[in-house]
C-alpha cells in the first residue's frame, strides 16, 4: 500500500514559479513510476509530467514543456515538480500518483494505482 501526500501549492504571480512535493509511504514506492496531474474548475484531469522509477525516463504534456521539471529521491521517497513561468492557465488542483507496473510511464490516469489528496496552485495574472 502506497499514500502520497502533496505540498508546496499556493499563490503566485504569473512568471512566478513553486516547487511541489510528492511524499509517498510504503516500501515500494521506489519502484513505482510517478505522474502528476492536474484538475481546474470545470476542467476534465489532465496529465501534466511522469517519470519512472529510476528517475531516468520523464514524458511531458506540450504545455508544461519547458517551463516544468520533475525528479526524485528514492532515498527521500518524493517526487517534485519545479513549476517556472508559470502562467493563469497552470491554476488548477496539483496531484500526484503512483503505477506499481514500474516497466512504463504512462499518460492515463486509469492507469495509476494510488492518487494523493491534490495541492491548489493559483496563478494570478
Known amino acids: 500500500q502506497v499514500q502520497l501526500v502533496e505540498s508546496g501549492g499556493g499563490l503566485v504571480q504569473a512568471g512566478g514559479s513553486l516547487r511541489l512535493s510528492c511524499a509517498a509511504s510504503g516500501r515500494s514506492f521506489s519502484n513505482y513510476a510517478t505522474g502528476w496531474f492536474r484538475q481546474a474548475p470545470g476542467k476534465e484531469r489532465e496529465f501534466v509530467v511522469a517519470?519512472?522509477?529510476?528517475?531516468?525516463?520523464?514524458d511531458y504534456a506540450d504545455s508544461v514543456k519547458g517551463r516544468f521539471t520533475i525528479s526524485r529521491d528514492n532515498t527521500k521517497k518524493t517526487v517534485y515538480l519545479q513549476m517556472n513561468s508559470l502562467k493563469p492557465e497552470d491554476t488548477a488542483v496539483y496531484y500526484c500518483?503512483?503505477?506499481?507496473?514500474?516497466?512504463?510511464?504512462?499518460?492515463?490516469?486509469?492507469?495509476?494505482?494510488?492518487w494523493g489528496q491534490g495541492t491548489q496552485v493559483t496563478v494570478s495574472s
Open positions: 500518483a503512483a503505477d506499481s507496473t514500474f516497466t512504463r510511464i504512462t499518460r492515463l490516469a486509469n492507469l495509476y494505482d494510488y
Open positions: 517519470i519512472n522509477w529510476r528517475g531516468t525516463d520523464t
